[in-house]
């Protein structure tokens, strides 16, 4: 779980859960019910689900078999 900052937006907040915003999608995937909030007030619990191996974002031909 992550608790957000006031002001916060879900850029922001998977930068600083996974390292980089490109993970937006995917974080917020996981948290639907809250999937309508833009902008977060302090103290807003999202899911943060470990992100899965395959999501490396290198191009089929680097990634391993």
């Not at 809250?34 to 977060?40: N, R």
Request: hydrophobic share 30%; glycine share 6%.
């Amino acid at each position: 779980m992550y608790t957000t900052h006031q002001g916060e937006c879900w850029d922001e907040a998977a930068k600083a859960i996974y390292g980089s915003e490109k993970y937006t999608g995917y974080l917020m995937q996981h948290n639907m019910p809250i999937l309508d909030t833009a902008v977060f007030s302090a103290g807003t619990q999202l899911n943060t689900p470990e992100l899965p191996k395959e999501e490396t974002n290198l191009p089929p031909w680097r990634k391993r078999p």
